[in-house]
């Protein structure tokens, strides 16, 4: 206890002895920051004492260089003042001085005059002076250019009578050797023309004979489709030849080589004797000579205007008797959901339809136009039967097919009063109808509205084409220059619709089995009968077959003849299996009754 009680009292002396410490640092930092302080003060009012001292002098300047500014300032007026004075001097010296010169000039002036008014006396005096002197002058000088005039008159006239009879000599001189330059230049371009001509008969002689020498052997040269000038004559067969095409396929033919080898006692000839023999007997055809093949295609072509006369009368009669009894029926509109559409397009269309006069159609009505047909196709492209049903029963194709009448009042000086494309667009949407739809064809098969449109591709063809064309055109190297008409396209691509699905629809070509009900339809037959024949005798094989006659290239390059080409080739493909579906359908109505 005792130790502990030491400890305790060492431990409390050393905190006092510490404690002790601290209070006598803090005295010694109190001391020091009193010190401190005090010194800061001092240092205070020393700098106060320099700044009221610097401003004392600041202000003690400013007053000097007011005192000096003044003092410039009374100065500077002082010198302005004296100078003003000096001006005002001057100024009057110089207004004086002026007055003078003024006076001076005028007393100058009126002097001047004085001098002006007697010098102007004299001046006129010296003219008049020299006006009569002049006026004397002047009348000698006239009297003796009226003596000289009178002088060269006369020379005059002498020389223009020696210069008349000069020319006169000199133009029948002229005349003259005119008159003979210009027969000798007449008789030699008689002789030119007489040579050349000449020349021109030996070439053409020349190479006629070696085109038939050419064509009397196997040569594979292609032959020219441009007409001879002359027709020339076969007197072997007795037939007319035009063109190179035509004497190829003569003296190829079978019925040339029978004549040759009868003439030869029925030998084979060598190709040197039928050369021979064809040089011989291929001459010139007299002006008033007859060709048979052209007589005969006269006559077809007689036989076919009174057929499609008939068939027409005929067709028109049966449409009419079809549509009668339709118009009785009522027709229920097939359910879809475009049908308000539908209805509304065609009723557009026949307001357009009725409301144009006659003339070309303004823009306004064939941009509404076109708005309707384009319309009608993006709703058939779907291929929805309802809706190609439903443009059936509302009477869609009486419309479409009356744009076609415009087509037939169109000439080559004529255009048609709508655009080709709106036309086309006519055709694209009656072909979207009829495809895939065999009660649209059947329509517009049994309606004779088929037949409208047969007349507007005659027509278009017929102008592409015209009938006083015996050869297709030709450029001037001999090759073909096709030509193509949208318009045709398209209806060739209708007509080629409707064959097909009528085809497809109406014969199980193909099968075994027994015929549909429609091709046992007589009506039918006949109706497809009289298509058939309405278009051959319409011309229209005739014409696409001219014009492939005349293409003998490539039509990579034209591509808008080659989509007209493959369009009359899907027409006659389509046309010739609708012949062989009528066959077919014959065939069959003559065999199922003997079972």
Not at 90 to 111: G, V
Not at 221 to 250: A, G, W
Not at 456 to 474: C, G, M, Q, S
Request: hydrophobic residues 35%; proline residues 3%.
């Amino acid at each position: 206890m005792e130790e502990k009680a030491q400890r305790l009292k060492e431990l409390s002396k050393k905190v006092e002895e510490v404690r002790a410490v601290k209070e006598e640092l803090l005295e010694k930092k109190r001391a020091a920051m009193e010190k401190k302080l005090q010194r800061a003060k001092e240092m205070r009012q020393q700098q106060l004492q320099m700044k009221v001292s610097k401003a004392k002098e600041e202000e003690a300047k400013v007053n000097e260089i007011a005192f000096i500014n003044s003092l410039e300032a009374q100065n500077k007026r002082m010198d302005v003042m004296s100078r003003h004075q000096g001006h005002e001097a001057r100024m009057h010296d110089l207004q004086e001085e002026r007055l003078r010169k003024q006076e001076e000039k005028a007393a100058k002036e009126a002097a001047a005059e004085e001098r002006r008014k007697v010098l102007d006396a004299e001046r006129k005096a010296r003219l008049q002076d020299m006006q009569e002197r002049r006026k004397v002058k002047d009348a000698k000088i006239e009297q003796q250019q009226l003596e000289k005039e009178k002088e060269r008159q006369e020379a005059a006239r002498e020389k223009a009578r020696d210069r008349e009879q000069r020319l006169s000599a000199l133009n029948a001189a002229q005349q003259a050797s005119a008159e003979e330059l210009q027969k000798r230049i007449q008789q030699k371009q008689i002789e030119s023309t007489r040579r050349h001509t000449e020349s021109l008969e030996k070439i053409k002689e020349r190479a006629f004979e070696l085109s038939v020498l050419r064509y009397s052997s196997n040569h594979d040269d292609i032959p020219k489709l441009l007409p001879y000038d002359k027709k020339k004559m076969c007197i072997v067969c007795n037939v007319m030849i035009c063109s190179e095409v035509h004497l190829m396929s003569h003296l190829r033919g079978a019925k040339h080589q029978n004549q040759l080898r009868e003439r030869a006692g029925g030998k084979d000839m060598t190709t040197q004797e039928m050369e021979s023999c064809n040089l011989k007997h291929i001459v010139d055809a007299p002006p008033d000579g007859h060709d048979e093949q052209l007589t005969m295609k006269r006559e077809r072509l007689k036989g076919l205007k009174k057929r499609l006369k008939k068939l027409r009368q005929r067709m028109l009669a049966r449409g009419s008797g079809y549509e009668n009894s339709t118009a009785s029926k009522v027709q229920q509109t097939a359910e879809t959901p475009n049908r308000n559409k539908i209805l509304k397009l065609v009723k557009d269309l026949q307001k357009y339809l009725h409301a144009q006069g006659t003339g070309p159609w303004s823009t306004t009505h064939v941009t509404a136009l076109d708005r309707v047909l384009l319309e009608l196709n993006r709703i058939l492209e779907k291929k929805v039967p309802a809706d190609q049903q439903c443009l059936r029963t509302s009477g869609g194709f009486q419309p479409l097919v009356s744009l076609f009448f415009l087509v037939t009042e169109s000439s080559l000086s004529t255009p048609t009063v709508i655009p080709f494309r709106s036309l086309v667009n006519a055709s694209t949407t009656i072909r979207l109808a009829c495809r895939g739809c065999y009660e649209n064809c059947h329509d517009l098969l049994f309606s004779n509205k088929i037949s409208t449109i047969i007349d507007a591709l005659t027509h278009r063809l017929a102008i592409l084409i015209p009938d006083n064309a015996n050869e297709v055109p030709v450029t001037s190297t001999g090759m073909a220059s096709p030509q193509h008409d949208l318009v045709a396209g398209a209806l060739f691509q209708v007509l080629a619709t409707l064959l097909t699905f009528l085809v497809k629809s109406a014969t199980p070509l193909g099968t075994s089995d027994v015929a549909s009900p429609q091709c046992r339809d007589d009506a039918f037959s006949s109706r497809a009968q009289d298509v058939v024949s309405y278009l051959v005798s319409c011309g229209i094989v005739d014409k696409i077959a001219l014009h492939h006659s005349g293409i003998l290239a490539a039509l990579d390059d034209d591509t808008a003849v080659a989509d007209f080409v493959q369009c009359q080739l899907g027409f006659l493909s389509a046309l010739t299996k609708f012949t062989s579906a009528l066959r077919y359908i014959a065939a069959i109505s003559y065999v199922l009754p003997h079972y």
